[in-house]
């Protein structure tokens, strides 16, 4: 059986290259499977044990190759371009994220090949102007499920009668991917390949450019020493996302700590970044699949980002703990001092077990997806209205968009110049009026100085001249006769 699973498995960034990893150990428990990665671009493995993978045209032209189709996961279901520079050419920015998953369902659609999602997020309401054909797109995927909340009701927004699944982010399984000796050994690599002394207790640090909240790299790092010393722990900064730009930030923060922090601004594998979490005490981050990680292996962890980036607290609110979610890293390190306790850990255990006892039966039902005949047969009686006019509706779609975002950045930049005009006008204003009252004020002084000028000329200042002599002399005489009189005294 081969089955393709699509994703953003062609760039540096450490959740998304763990879903084929799980994927293809679950699915060997079910059938002899062969998973093939799909991404927009493809290529070779970004890291030395993630997978290689093929691009979206190339699926698209080998389709019928496949014995079903994994969607996801990541936050993938999605019309918006996309700002990786992996993906800046051609057409590529538009449908990158598109073709992951409207696309698998339009190329599929004079086939019976089940379509299958992996508990992808949806990250925003979809454009209204498309539900019909979204519409028509859904209901020919055999098994729908998303991975929290908010997701389930953006796509309720395109038809409240589709059935779709709430399970767990699949990374929840990620302690069952190494072994405790391999982590180990790699924890350990970790520090001896970059010369750096084994520490008795570390903490996992990630740092997004996107959640800094008006903190600088050197006020986070000031903050990340305390918590360092306070735990007598070493600070491992890694970049779990460098194509958004992590490994640029985690270099930032660590060369403006004092408390010798290890750096991993370049990961070598999925495997280094994930024993550098489970061999610490603690992770603090914008992650959330470093926050997954770290739950999994029984770590307390919080997260800094923005409440209005709705995979965050959808994740939180799944597991019954939204208050470890903090906009501000102080907020952070202070709550990551109360979760060190046995109490937490207990719990954090509890919720690894529930998470995947869930994910027990959300591979069972993808399995039974791929490998059921009769759902199959279902999938190929469904087809709807014809979906070919996909990428022009679409591109027709994301015209509109761009047009309409012109359109109101045009409108803001007119604002923006109307409040400059008017303040240039206003300041224009005070500037007139502070330089005539400097004028006037100049008017007066030159004005002060002709009349004492013109005083020190007249007559009458040049014959009093010797009087005021002799007031000044009489003054000196009175006061050194006061001292004498004073001194006389005294003696």
């Known amino acids: 059986m081969k089955i393709a699973q699509l994703g953003t498995f062609d760039v540096p960034n450490y959740g998304d290259l763990l879903f084929p990893q799980i994927a293809a150990k679950r699915l060997r428990r079910y059938a002899d499977a062969t998973l093939e990665p799909v991404s927009p671009v493809g290529g070779l493995p970004v890291w030395a044990d993630s997978p290689r993978s093929i691009s979206s045209k190339t699926f698209f ?10 969607v996801g996961g990541g936050n993938i279901i999605r019309l918006t371009p996309s700002d990786l520079k992996n993906y ?18 339009v190329e599929n659609e004079v086939s019976s090949t089940p379509v299958c999602w992996n508990a992808p997020g949806v990250p925003g309401p979809l454009p209204s102007s498309m539900r019909p054909f979204l519409r028509s797109c859904l209901e020919r995927v055999a098994y729908l499920s998303v991975r929290d909340e908010v997701s389930r009701q ?18 929840w399984e990620i302690d069952k991917l190494w ?12 520090f001896a390949s970059r010369r750096k002394t084994l520490p008795e207790r570390s903490v996992t640090v990630h740092v997004n ?27 491992i900064l890694i970049a779990i996302g460098p194509c958004h730009g992590d490994d640029e930030m985690a270099e930032a923060v660590a060369t403006s700590m004092t408390t010798g922090p290890l750096l991993v601004n370049q990961p070598a594998s999925l495997e280094e970044v994930t024993a550098a979490i489970a061999g610490s005490i603690a992770y603090i981050g914008s992650s959330m699949h470093g926050f997954i990680a ?12 923005s409440p209005s980036t709705v995979k965050f607290p959808g994740l939180l609110a799944q597991i019954g703990l939204p208050d470890l979610l903090h906009e501000t890293w102080g907020e952070a390190i202070d709550h990551l001092g109360c979760l060190l306790t046995p109490y937490h850990v207990n719990l954090l255990q509890q919720i690894r077990e529930t998470q995947q006892q869930r994910l027990d039966r959300h591979w069972s039902n993808v399995a039974g997806v791929l490998v059921d005949r009769a759902i199959k047969e279902r999938v190929s009686i469904t087809q709807g209205a014809p979906l070919s006019r996909y990428p022009e509706i679409l591109l027709g779609v994301t015209a509109m968009d761009l047009w309409r975002q012109k359109l109101a950045t045009q409108a803001r930049e007119k604002e923006r110049e109307e409040r400059r005009n008017r303040t240039q006008r206003e300041l224009t204003k005070r500037l007139q009026v502070q330089k005539a009252r400097a004028e006037e004020l100049a008017r007066q002084l030159e004005a002060a100085k002709r009349k004492v000028e013109a005083l020190l000329a007249s007559t009458s200042w040049r014959v009093t001249g010797p009087l005021r002599r002799i007031s000044l002399n009489a003054q000196w005489l009175r006061r050194n006769l006061r001292r004498a009189a004073k001194l006389a005294k005294l003696l």
């Open 88 to 105: 800046n050419k051609d057409l590529t920015p538009l449908l990158s994220y598109a073709d992951l998953w409207l696309g698998a369902i």
């Open 61 to 70: 032209a080998r389709r019928p190759e496949y014995d079903g189709i994994i």
């Open 294 to 305: 770290a739950s999994s292996f029984g770590k307390p962890a919080v997260i800094v980002a």
């Open 179 to 190: 072994t405790h000796r391999q982590l180990s050994a790699a924890y350990k690599n970790a």
């Open 209 to 235: 450019s996107r959640y800094l909240a008006d903190s600088t790299a050197k006020q986070i790092a000031a903050s990340l020493d305390q918590l360092c010393e306070e735990l007598d722990a070493i600070a």
């Open 154 to 171: 953006f796509l309720q927004e395109i038809s409240d009668d589709l059935e779709i699944a709430v399970v767990p982010d699949s990374a």
